[in-house]
C-alpha cells in the first residue's frame, strides 16, 4: 500500500513530494515520485501546506455513557476533519476511566474506529471523587500505554492527594494534568467569568484566581517532589505569570489554551446563551491578549481543544443549568491560525498543535518532522482559504458550536493517518 | 413592545407611558366595580419556577382586573429535573395557546432565553439574581408620586446588592429618569466589577450609611437572606444590623418626608427596624397597590390593541 502526496509546502516552505508505503514516509523530495511503487495512489497537495498530523491534549469523546452526544467513532470523524491524527480521550466519562479495563475498552473502540490515535486519559482519582489514587501504575503499564492522569472537569483539589499522584506517576514516566479551579473560591454554582459582565447579569462568577491558585500550588509541588506538571487549559493572565516564573526557576511544568480562548470573551455572555458557557469561562478581553502573548513567547506550550459536545437538550437549560463545554475538534486549526495570525508561521503552528503535544503525551509516533522513517501522519491545509463555519455540516454528533457564523482562515483539505487518507477534500474518505 | 425582560428594553417615554397607564389603573382600583374589558380574550399565563405568592398573585389580579383569563403554573423544580429541559417545559405549556407569558425563574437570564423560544409576549417577573423590571416600575412610579419627579433626586439603594435583581432593574430604571443613586452595602455584598459598571452607568457606591442617608431623597432598602451569613458575606445579624440596617436611630436622623422602600418580605429588625417600617414615611404598603397598577399597564401595553398585534 502506497501513496505519493504531490507538491505540498512542508510546513509552509519548500514544496515536495510525501512518498508513503506501508504506513511509513519513505521519500521526501523532487524524485520521491521516480521511487513509487506501481500501483500507488496520489493525492493532489498543489498549493496546500503539509504538517505533521495535529495531535488534540484534551478531547471528551462521551464514550461510553453519554453516545447520544459523542462516541469514539463520531469524535474520531471530528478530529480527521479537523486535521487530527491522535487524540487524548479524557477520563470524565461514565463510567470513568479509572481502571486499566476502562482505559483498554476506550483504546480498543479508538482502534475500531481507525481514523486516529485514541489515546486514553486516566483518572488520578477513584471515580474522579478526589481522595484515593486510581490505578495509574496498572493502566501505564496496558496495552493503551497511559501516560497522561486527569480528573478534568473537577480539580484535584487536596494538595496530599495531588502531591502524591504528582510522585507516583514518576515511575512510569506520567504527567498529571490538572483542571486548575479551587472549587471552594470559584464556589458550586459558578457558571462564567467573574468580573463587570457576571455582576451586571447577575451570573455567580468564578474569578481568575480560582485557578491562579490552584496553578500556584501545583508548581510547587511539582518542583517539592521533581514531578512534571501539565496546566490544563489556561484561562486567566495571571496564571501565565505563574507559570513564567516556574519555568524560570527550572520547575518541569508544561500548559495548553484552547482555541477558544484565544478570540472569544466574557462579553459575549450578554444574550445568556448557553453555547459560550465553558469550564474555564470565558475571560475578559485583557486575559485573551496575555494568552496569546504566551503563546506566542513558548510559556504556553500547547494548543489542546477541550472538545466537550453536548446533547441538545443538555444545554437548552438556563444559563446556569446549562452543561459547560463547546465543540472544538474541527474548528481548532483555523481558530488558531485566525488568532495568531501575526505571530504565526506554519512551524509555529506545527510545534503547539502537533509537535510539543505529542512529546507532552509521549506519543513517539507523532509530531515528526516529515523525514523519512516517521510514521505517516500528515494533514494538508490550504493556506489561503476562508470558511464560513455552519454548524448543521459538522460531523460531531452534537451542535453546541461557538463558531458558527464565524468566518475563520485556512481549511483542512486531507487528512493522512498512518498512511490512510482519512479526509479527502474536506469530507470523510 | 413584544416582551418586557429588562428595564434596558425601556425608553423614558415608555417608561412614562406606562406610569401614566398605571394612574389610570389606579383609580379603577377604587371603584367598586374593578373590572375592564381590555384583555378579554386574551391568555395569560404566570409560570413560576420560584415560589413567590406576592408577585404572582399581583400579576393574577392585574390580569383578571383586565378580562384576561389567567392560569398559574407553578413549575418549581421542572427545569432542572433529569430529562426535559427549559426550552422543553416552555414549549409545551405555549403549545396550547399562550398570549402572555409571565415567567419568574431563579436563573439568571432564563427569560431573556425563554422570550427566544417562544411567540408569546415575555414578561419578566424575576430572574435570579438578575432583574426584576416590574417591581423596578413600580418602585420608581410609587417614588415619583411622592416626590413629584426623580430628577435631580437622590435615591439611596442599601442591602445586598450582589444577590438583588431589585437592585439591578432599579438602579436602570431611576438613573434612566433622572435620579442620583448610591448603592450602599459592605464590599463582600457589592456586585463584582461593580467599580467600572458604576462609572459607565452612571450610579454611586458607599460602604457608609451613615455617609449617604443626610442627602437622601429617599431610601430603599433590599432584603438581606438570612442564607448569606453561612455564606461567610458578613458575620452576624446583629453586625449587619448595626452596619447596613435603617435602625430607629438612622430613622429618626432622616427627614420626614423622605419615602422608605422596601421590596418585601421584610426581615423586621435585620435590614428595617418596625418603626422604620412602619413610619408614617413609610411608602411599603404605596409599593403594593402601585404593583398592581404598574403590571395592569405592562400588560395592558403588551398584550392589548395594535401594539400587541405590532
Ligand atoms: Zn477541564
Same mark, same amino acid.
Given at each position: 500500500?502506497?501513496?505519493?502526496?504531490?507538491?505540498?509546502?512542508?510546513?509552509?516552505?519548500?514544496?515536495?513530494?510525501?512518498?508513503?508505503?506501508?504506513?511509513?514516509?519513505?521519500?521526501?523530495?523532487?524524485?520521491?515520485?521516480?521511487?513509487?511503487?506501481?500501483?500507488?495512489?496520489?493525492?493532489?497537495?498543489?498549493?496546500?501546506?503539509?504538517?505533521?498530523?495535529?495531535?488534540?491534549?484534551?478531547?471528551?469523546?462521551?464514550?461510553?455513557?453519554?453516545?447520544?452526544?459523542?462516541?469514539?467513532?463520531?469524535?474520531?470523524?471530528?478530529?480527521?476533519?479537523?486535521?487530527?491524527?491522535?487524540?487524548?480521550?479524557?477520563?470524565?466519562?461514565?463510567?470513568?476511566?479509572?481502571?486499566?479495563?476502562?482505559?483498554?475498552?476506550?483504546?480498543?473502540?479508538?482502534?475500531?474506529?481507525?481514523?486516529?490515535?485514541?489515546?486514553?486519559?486516566?483518572?488520578?482519582?477513584?471515580?474522579?471523587?478526589?481522595?484515593?489514587?486510581?490505578?495509574?501504575?496498572?493502566?501505564?503499564?496496558?496495552?493503551?500505554?497511559?501516560?497522561?492522569?486527569?480528573?478534568?472537569?473537577?480539580?484535584?483539589?487536596?494538595?496530599?492527594?495531588?502531591?502524591?499522584?504528582?510522585?507516583?506517576?514518576?515511575?512510569?514516566?506520567?504527567?498529571?494534568?490538572?483542571?486548575?479551579?479551587?472549587?471552594?473560591?470559584?464556589?458550586?454554582?459558578?457558571?462564567?467569568?467573574?468580573?463587570?459582565?457576571?455582576?451586571?447579569?447577575?451570573?455567580?462568577?468564578?474569578?481568575?484566581?480560582?485557578?491562579?491558585?490552584?496553578?500556584?500550588?501545583?508548581?510547587?509541588?511539582?518542583?517539592?517532589?521533581?514531578?512534571?506538571?501539565?496546566?490544563?487549559?489556561?484561562?486567566?493572565?495571571?496564571?501565565?505569570?505563574?507559570?513564567?516564573?516556574?519555568?524560570?526557576?527550572?520547575?518541569?511544568?508544561?500548559?495548553?489554551?484552547?482555541?477558544?480562548?484565544?478570540?472569544?470573551?466574557?462579553?459575549?455572555?450578554?444574550?445568556?446563551?448557553?453555547?459560550?458557557?465553558?469550564?474555564?469561562?470565558?475571560?475578559?478581553?485583557?486575559?485573551?491578549?496575555?494568552?496569546?502573548?504566551?503563546?506566542?513567547?513558548?510559556?504556553?506550550?500547547?494548543?489542546?481543544?477541550?472538545?466537550?459536545?453536548?446533547?441538545?437538550?443538555?444545554?437548552?437549560?438556563?444559563?446556569?443549568?446549562?452543561?459547560?463545554?463547546?465543540?472544538?475538534?474541527?474548528?481548532?486549526?483555523?481558530?488558531?491560525?485566525?488568532?495568531?495570525?501575526?505571530?504565526?508561521?506554519?512551524?509555529?503552528?506545527?510545534?503547539?498543535?502537533?509537535?510539543?503535544?505529542?512529546?507532552?503525551?509521549?506519543?513517539?509516533?507523532?509530531?515528526?518532522?516529515?523525514?523519512?522513517?516517521?510514521?505517516?501522519?500528515?494533514?494538508?491545509?490550504?493556506?489561503?482559504?476562508?470558511?464560513?463555519?455552519?454548524?448543521?455540516?459538522?460531523?460531531?454528533?452534537?451542535?453546541?458550536?461557538?463558531?458558527?457564523?464565524?468566518?475563520?482562515?485556512?481549511?483542512?483539505?486531507?487528512?493522512?493517518?498512518?498512511?490512510?487518507?482519512?479526509?479527502?477534500?474536506?469530507?470523510?474518505? | 413592545?413584544?416582551?418586557?425582560?429588562?428595564?434596558?428594553?425601556?425608553?423614558?417615554?415608555?417608561?412614562?407611558?406606562?406610569?401614566?397607564?398605571?394612574?389610570?389603573?389606579?383609580?379603577?382600583?377604587?371603584?367598586?366595580?374593578?373590572?375592564?374589558?381590555?384583555?378579554?380574550?386574551?391568555?395569560?399565563?404566570?409560570?413560576?419556577?420560584? @415560589?413567590?405568592?406576592?408577585?404572582?398573585?399581583?400579576?393574577?389580579?392585574?390580569?383578571?382586573?383586565?378580562?384576561?383569563?389567567?392560569?398559574?403554573?407553578?413549575?418549581?423544580?421542572?427545569?432542572?429535573?433529569?430529562?426535559?429541559?427549559?426550552?422543553?417545559?416552555?414549549?409545551?405549556?405555549?403549545?396550547?395557546?399562550?398570549?402572555?407569558?409571565?415567567?419568574?425563574?431563579?436563573?439568571?437570564?432564563?427569560?431573556?432565553?425563554?422570550?427566544?423560544?417562544?411567540?408569546?409576549?415575555?414578561?419578566?417577573?424575576?430572574?435570579?439574581?438578575?432583574?426584576?423590571?416590574?417591581?423596578?416600575?413600580?418602585?420608581?412610579?410609587?417614588?415619583?408620586?411622592?416626590?413629584?419627579?426623580?430628577?435631580?433626586?437622590?435615591?439611596?439603594?442599601?442591602?445586598?446588592?450582589?444577590?438583588?435583581?431589585?437592585?439591578?432593574?432599579?438602579?436602570?430604571?431611576?438613573?434612566?429618569?433622572?435620579?442620583?443613586?448610591?448603592?450602599?452595602?459592605?464590599?463582600?455584598?457589592?456586585?463584582?466589577?461593580?467599580?467600572?459598571?458604576?462609572?459607565?452607568?452612571?450610579?454611586?457606591?458607599?460602604?457608609?450609611?451613615?455617609?449617604?442617608?443626610?442627602?437622601?431623597?429617599?431610601?430603599?432598602?433590599?432584603?438581606?437572606?438570612?442564607?448569606?451569613?453561612?455564606?461567610?458575606?458578613?458575620?452576624?445579624?446583629?453586625?449587619?444590623?448595626?452596619?447596613?440596617?435603617?435602625?430607629?436611630?438612622?430613622?429618626?436622623?432622616?427627614?420626614?418626608?423622605?419615602?422608605?422602600?422596601?421590596?418585601?418580605?421584610?426581615?423586621?429588625?435585620?435590614?428595617?427596624?418596625? @418603626?422604620?417600617?412602619?413610619?408614617?414615611?413609610?411608602?411599603?404598603?404605596?409599593?403594593?397597590?402601585?404593583?398592581?397598577?404598574?403590571?395592569?399597564?405592562?400588560?395592558?401595553?403588551?398584550?392589548?390593541?395594535?401594539?400587541?398585534?405590532?
Amino acid at each position: 500500500m502506497s501513496l505519493l502526496i504531490k507538491g505540498a509546502a512542508l510546513f509552509g516552505t519548500e514544496t515536495a513530494d510525501l512518498l508513503v508505503v506501508d504506513g511509513r514516509i519513505a521519500a521526501v523530495g523532487a524524485d520521491a515520485a521516480s521511487q513509487a511503487p506501481s500501483g500507488t495512489e496520489t493525492l493532489d497537495a498543489d498549493g496546500l501546506v503539509a504538517l505533521p498530523g495535529l495531535v488534540d491534549l484534551h478531547t471528551h469523546l462521551r464514550q461510553p455513557g453519554r453516545e447520544d452526544a459523542e462516541t469514539v467513532l463520531t469524535g474520531s470523524q471530528a478530529a480527521a476533519v479537523g486535521g487530527y491524527t491522535a487524540v487524548l480521550a479524557m477520563a470524565n466519562t461514565t463510567p470513568v476511566t479509572d481502571t486499566a479495563e476502562a482505559a483498554l475498552r476506550v483504546w480498543e473502540l479508538g482502534r475500531e474506529a481507525g481514523l486516529v490515535d485514541v489515546q486514553p486519559v486516566g483518572a488520578v482519582t477513584k471515580g474522579l471523587a478526589g481522595e484515593e489514587l486510581a490505578e495509574l501504575g496498572l493502566m501505564a503499564r496496558s496495552a493503551a500505554q497511559v501516560r497522561v492522569f486527569s480528573d478534568d472537569g473537577k480539580c484535584v483539589h487536596d494538595a496530599r492527594v495531588m502531591r502524591r499522584a504528582l510522585e507516583y506517576a514518576k515511575a512510569f514516566g506520567g504527567v498529571v494534568s490538572q483542571h486548575s479551579q479551587d472549587p471552594v473560591l470559584a464556589g458550586p454554582s459558578a457558571c462564567c467569568h467573574e468580573g463587570e459582565v457576571s455582576g451586571r447579569l447577575g451570573l455567580p462568577g468564578w474569578p481568575g484566581i480560582a485557578e491562579e491558585v490552584i496553578v500556584a500550588r501545583d508548581v510547587m509541588l511539582a518542583k517539592h517532589t521533581g514531578s512534571r506538571i501539565h496546566v490544563a487549559h489556561v484561562s486567566s493572565a495571571g496564571s501565565i505569570e505563574v507559570i513564567r516564573w516556574a519555568k524560570a526557576q527550572g520547575i518541569d511544568v508544561t500548559c495548553e489554551v484552547t482555541p477558544h480562548h484565544l478570540i472569544l470573551t466574557t462579553d459575549l455572555l450578554t444574550g445568556y446563551d448557553p453555547v459560550f458557557k465553558v469550564n474555564p469561562p470565558l475571560r475578559p478581553t485583557e486575559d485573551v491578549m496575555a494568552l496569546r502573548e504566551a503563546l506566542a513567547d513558548g510559556t504556553i506550550d500547547a494548543v489542546a481543544t477541550d472538545h466537550a459536545p453536548h446533547a441538545r437538550h443538555d444545554k437548552e437549560h438556563a444559563f446556569v443549568d446549562a452543561a459547560f463545554g463547546m465543540l472544538g475538534l474541527e474548528t481548532a486549526l483555523g481558530v488558531v491560525r485566525t488568532a495568531m495570525d501575526d505571530e504565526f508561521d506554519w512551524n509555529d503552528i506545527a510545534r503547539v498543535m502537533s509537535r510539543t503535544p505529542a512529546r507532552i503525551a509521549g506519543l513517539e509516533e507523532h509530531g515528526g518532522q516529515l523525514a523519512p522513517g516517521e510514521a505517516a501522519h500528515v494533514t494538508l491545509v490550504d493556506p489561503t482559504a476562508t470558511v464560513t463555519v455552519d454548524r448543521a455540516a459538522s460531523v460531531s454528533l452534537s451542535r453546541n458550536n461557538p463558531w458558527h457564523g464565524h468566518e475563520l482562515t485556512s481549511r483542512v483539505v486531507h487528512t493522512v493517518f498512518g498512511g490512510k487518507v482519512t479526509v479527502r477534500d474536506g469530507a470523510l474518505a | 413592545m413584544k416582551h418586557l425582560l429588562s428595564i434596558d428594553d425601556l425608553s423614558v417615554d415608555q417608561i412614562q407611558e406606562i406610569f401614566a397607564t398605571a394612574s389610570d389603573m389606579h383609580d379603577v382600583q377604587r371603584r367598586s366595580v374593578k373590572k375592564l374589558p381590555a384583555l378579554r380574550g386574551v391568555t395569560v399565563v404566570n409560570m413560576f419556577f420560584e @415560589d413567590s405568592t406576592r408577585t404572582r398573585s399581583s400579576f393574577e389580579i392585574a390580569g383578571k382586573w383586565l378580562s384576561a383569563d389567567v392560569i398559574n403554573i407553578s413549575a418549581k423544580g421542572s427545569s432542572t429535573s433529569k430529562g426535559e429541559s427549559l426550552r422543553d417545559t416552555v414549549m409545551t405549556v405555549c403549545a396550547m395557546g399562550v398570549d402572555g407569558l409571565v415567567i419568574r425563574h431563579q436563573a439568571s437570564g432564563a427569560a431573556q432565553q425563554v422570550a427566544g423560544w417562544v411567540d408569546a409576549s415575555v414578561v419578566n417577573a424575576g430572574d435570579g439574581m438578575h432583574e426584576h423590571p416590574t417591581q423596578a416600575l413600580l418602585d420608581a412610579y410609587t417614588l415619583q408620586r411622592r416626590l413629584g419627579s426623580l430628577e435631580g433626586r437622590h435615591v439611596a439603594v442599601i442591602g445586598d446588592l450582589t444577590h438583588s435583581r431589585v437592585f439591578r432593574s432599579n438602579v436602570q430604571c431611576l438613573t434612566k429618569l433622572g435620579a442620583e443613586v448610591t448603592v450602599v452595602a459592605p464590599p463582600t455584598l457589592m456586585p463584582s466589577g461593580v467599580g467600572p459598571w458604576s462609572e459607565s452607568a452612571g450610579f454611586a457606591t458607599s460602604y457608609d450609611v451613615d455617609e449617604v442617608l443626610p442627602t437622601a431623597d429617599a431610601v430603599m432598602m433590599l432584603r438581606v437572606q438570612r442564607e448569606r451569613m453561612s455564606g461567610g458575606y458578613f458575620p452576624t445579624a446583629r453586625e449587619y444590623t448595626v452596619g447596613y440596617g435603617l435602625t430607629r436611630d438612622r430613622l429618626a436622623a432622616l427627614h420626614p418626608d423622605v419615602p422608605i422602600c422596601h421590596p418585601g418580605p421584610m426581615n423586621r429588625g435585620l435590614e428595617i427596624a418596625a @418603626d422604620a417600617a412602619d413610619a408614617a414615611q413609610s411608602a411599603i404598603l404605596d409599593q403594593v397597590s402601585a404593583g398592581l397598577a404598574v403590571r395592569m399597564a405592562v400588560l395592558y401595553h403588551l398584550l392589548a390593541g395594535e401594539e400587541s398585534s405590532a
